[in-house]
């Protein structure tokens, strides 16, 4: 069965600061692997995701995610936090060819200024 | 109208109420979903419909009912509820042919039940 784990559910950072937000997922296979946002009173809308060919993914807002297969890893960074950037987020997994989307507990980034 | 919209927005309702959640996608996708998002617990995925028919029924009591009569319509009919049940429900969208998956949520309804 899949699963995802996020590591920390709060993280906290200075405006300026790398962004670093942890998951590592379980599957037999590699999935899809996706980062998606959510900020207060809003539902979540997508960052970035990995399907298939180069490892290091690019989305919105100047975040990126590399997926490390040997690790079981898509962390997502950012070289430098804005405050607008706090919000929830959340990692994700999707089998391939199939309709279920599992999501980690999410991880509420604070930006200090 | 864009992208996914959920009505209402806020819903207060006694253990033996009967409501509903509406959802509408204007994308022209032809998956739907409910998920629960309770508080410090991971989203969960509760139905999935892929061109009308029901593909996913996560264990979730009877007492909440889907309905799908449209790739853009999907409600959430709610019937005797406990009070463990509020949270934010979130509707969201996916194209089939999308083999990601990539998903569209609406904004949600928070439920609160007494």
């Known amino acids: 069965a899949q699963s995802v784990t996020q590591l920390g559910s709060h993280v906290s950072v200075s405006e300026g600061a790398l962004v670093l937000l942890r998951c590592n997922y379980s599957?037999?296979?590699?999935?899809?692997l996706f980062w998606y946002v959510q900020y207060p009173n809003q539902g979540l809308q997508l960052l970035l995701k990995?399907?298939?060919?180069?490892?290091l993914v690019k989305g919105i807002n100047g975040f990126e995610a590399e997926f490390k297969k040997s690790e079981t890893s898509f962390h997502l960074t950012k070289p430098s936090a804005h405050m607008s950037d706090a919000a929830e987020y959340f990692c994700?997994?999707?089998?391939?060819?199939?309709?279920?989307?599992?999501f980690g507990a999410g991880t509420r980034l604070f930006v200090k200024a | 109208e864009t992208g996914v919209t959920q009505t209402p927005r806020h819903l207060v309702m006694g253990m033996t109420n009967k409501k509903s959640l509406k959802c509408e996608q204007h994308?022209?996708?032809?998956?739907m979903y409910w998920y629960k998002q309770s508080a410090k617990k991971p989203l969960e995925l509760m139905f999935v419909?892929?061109?009308?028919?029901?593909?996913e029924n996560n264990s979730v009591p009877s007492r909440f009912s889907p309905e799908c009569p449209n790739s853009s319509h999907l409600f959430l009919h709610l019937h005797t509820l406990q009070p463990e049940d509020s949270a934010l429900y979130l509707c969201?969208?996916?194209?089939?042919?999308?083999?990601?998956?990539?998903?569209?949520f609406g904004e949600g309804s928070r439920l609160t039940v007494l």
């Open positions: 969201a969208s996916s194209q089939d042919s999308d083999i990601a998956g990539e998903l569209f």
């Open positions: 599957s037999s296979v590699p999935p899809y």
């Open positions: 990995y399907t298939t060919g180069a490892t």
């Open positions: 994700a997994v999707r089998h391939i060819g199939g309709f279920k989307t599992i």
């Open positions: 994308l022209g996708h032809n998956a």
């Open positions: 419909y892929n061109f009308k028919e029901q593909t």
